[in-house]
């Protein structure tokens, strides 16, 4: 493993790494003083993502324009920030029915660092570029890189190559003009300051950018027509509880009865977007079939289609 370590300043000067004054003697709090104490500085994450919004937009709009030309979406990270990027591409293909390629994840350490701690592979750049290189990343993609502090090495060095191969790049970080952000085209801060435990980036950060990365997802898998009003048109139907939960949503989406919502389904190969548009534009199987194909499965746009 070759690691590269880059002088950095003082991590004590970064906000996330300061102390919360609140928290002086958490060690001598009860449990109940704890969690309210946590609590309390949990309801500020909200109002930090918030003054982030423009930028998360500006994600999400980024994300749906290069999935619709083929691109993917990739996120990068370490520790905690790995790991939350893995949860939510893991999280996109049972919800829309995407490809497993369409939201990847990269994570220092490789998937053994899921579950268990290998925190020095954070440093390590030349295995950040080999694994980007595996992807090769191109002028569709969007890699995402995750990193409370912004300073990262297997993250920066991930995101200064998908930039030079042309990929669009975002920073997602805590701490403003950080060397993530500087490489980035632009960055998402979430400016959370403090952590109850001091430097615990997976307390308030790791929530905010939790948070962040749902609305980047939800809001760019909704652009591209994967939703139909607030409902998973695309969601799986691989157990009982999935089929029934795909018979609600064709009820919903075209106020039918159950029992209507339930022969569509199965008509429809237990897909729920054909059911949908099958009840919706009052047509056959092969017909919503082909309009979802045309409009890259825009549900909304399939109907519309079928209907003119």
């Not at 893995?86 to 994840?105: G, R, Y």
């Not at 909704?222 to 795909?246: H, P, S």
């Not at 194909?293 to 909304?300: D, E, P, Q």
Request: with cysteine; hydrophobic share 45%.
């Amino acid at each position: 493993m070759t690691l590269t370590r880059k002088p950095n300043p003082d991590l004590r000067r970064l906000p996330t790494e300061q102390i919360l004054a609140a928290a002086h003697d958490l060690d001598r709090m009860s449990a109940l003083e704890i969690v309210r104490l946590i609590n309390r500085e949990d309801a500020t994450v909200a109002a930090a993502v918030e003054h982030a919004l423009p930028q998360i937009a500006r994600a999400i709009d980024l994300v749906a324009d290069g999935l619709r030309h083929g691109g993917r979406l990739i996120y990068v990270g370490a520790g905690t920030s790995g790991r939350l990027g893995a949860l939510d591409a893991s999280e996109i293909q049972p919800t829309f029915n995407t490809s497993p390629q369409t939201v990847q994840f990269i994570m220092a350490g490789g998937t053994r660092a899921l579950g268990s701690s290998t925190e020095a592979s954070e440093d390590d750049t030349a295995l950040a570029v080999a694994e980007m290189k595996k992807r090769r990343p191109g002028k569709h993609d969007v890699v995402l890189g995750i990193a409370s502090s912004g300073r990262t090495p297997f993250t920066i060095a991930a995101i200064e190559y998908a930039h030079r191969r042309g990929a669009r790049t975002i920073a997602l970080t805590c701490n403003r003009n950080s060397p993530l952000e500087r490489a980035a085209d632009f960055a998402i801060v979430t400016e959370v300051g403090p952590e109850v435990l001091a430097g615990s980036s997976r307390m308030k950060a790791g929530t905010a950018h939790k948070m962040v990365l749902n609305m980047i997802s939800t809001g760019a898998m909704t652009r591209l027509g994967y939703v139909y009003g607030n409902l998973m048109v695309n969601v799986w139907t691989k157990n009982e509880k999935l089929i029934q939960r795909a018979v609600s949503i064709v009820e919903q989406a075209t106020r039918v009865d159950r029992a209507t919502a339930t022969r569509a389904l199965k008509a429809a190969g237990n897909r729920t977007a054909v059911a949908v548009v099958m009840l919706a534009a009052e047509v056959t199987k092969p017909q919503a079939v082909a309009a979802l194909k045309r409009t890259k499965g825009h549900v909304r746009e399939a109907i519309g289609l079928t209907r003119s």
